[in-house]
């Protein structure tokens, strides 16, 4: 199956389209005269007014235009969209990127090297993770194999946080209440890696597959929102173990290119969830690879 590369110039428009459909004259301090407007959110020239820029620039920009474009309005304009650090360096990114080559879908799961797996093995009680570039899981430990789920029992090409999110009941009961606020997290971070240049093919038809299989996934996809995730609190209710409060961080590998990175889990030292985690790790007869 052959997959298109992303088209920064068609996503850099329904992106710009999507966040001014977002704002009203209110949001920005513009009047609003209570006449029946045509489209949602505010007019083109209203946003234009308030980065500063000229309609016809901003029209050509919202058009997919590109040319000549300086960072300057790019963040003006981001500015006046409200944007955040993460989505303005998304329209930054897709400014920048010129079309590509059609890519080929494959699957080969990337080689990790054998000291990462020591050093994850190494941390008995510290659930730990490294992610490919489509959040597939390519190596875990005893202690993400108990908390999460038996990743040596899954088949490589479903070996992945969107399918963990939006096919296994096990894993979304897991996250309880809070499974849409990170699967919409998980969404909008792959959104981002895909305005990364290269752009990885398994990545391109990972996010193809995923809006085929799972309409939760197409309509959170169709969101549009950006978002590129280094930490953050988890709270789980783990089927053996009970509650749990767990820091994710994501640790860079800026030496293994073919890989996001590495997310580690921690708790407090002494506390509630620290002691399950140790009983968690202590009982499970889960491998801590697929071989």
């Not at 990790?112 to 020591?118: E, G, I, N, S």
């Not at 990175?261 to 399950?276: H, I, K, Q, R, V």
């Amino acid at each position: 199956m052959t997959l298109a590369a992303v088209d920064s110039r068609t996503e850099l428009s329904a992106f710009l389209k999507s966040r001014r459909a977002r704002l009203t004259p209110a949001d920005v301090g513009l009047p609003d005269y209570g006449s029946t407007r045509r489209v949602a959110g505010l007019r083109r020239e209203e946003l234009a007014r308030i980065a500063g820029v000229s309609v016809a620039h901003y029209t050509r920009l919202e058009q997919g235009n590109t040319r000549s474009v300086s960072s300057s309005v790019l963040d003006a304009i981001s500015r006046a969209l409200r944007l955040d650090a993460h989505e303005t360096a998304y329209v930054h990114r897709l400014a920048r990127h010129r079309p590509g080559k059609a890519v080929v879908e494959t699957y080969a799961p990337p080689r990790v090297r054998p000291a990462l797996q020591h050093l994850l093995d190494s941390m008995e009680h510290t659930p730990g993770l490294i992610i490919g570039h489509h959040a597939d899981v390519v190596a875990w430990n005893r202690a993400a194999a108990a908390l999460f789920a038996d990743f040596a029992a899954l088949p490589p090409q479903r070996r992945d946080f969107s399918h963990l999110h939006f096919f296994d009941e096990e894993f979304r009961a897991l996250h309880g209440a809070g499974w849409r606020e990170v699967a919409h997290a998980h969404v909008a971070h792959l959104r981002a890696l895909t305005s990364r240049a290269p752009v990885c093919p398994d990545l391109l038809a990972h996010v193809d597959r995923m809006r085929r299989d799972s309409a939760e996934f197409r309509a959170l996809w169709a969101d549009r929102d950006v978002v590129v995730v280094s930490h953050r609190i988890f709270r789980l209710r783990h089927p053996l173990v009970g509650a749990l409060e767990l820091e994710a961080e994501r640790v860079e590998l800026p030496g293994d290119c073919h890989l996001t990175g590495m997310d580690l889990f921690t708790a407090a030292p002494g506390s509630p969830t620290d002691a399950a985690l140790r009983r968690l790790a202590a009982s499970t007869d889960r491998r801590a690879s697929a071989s």
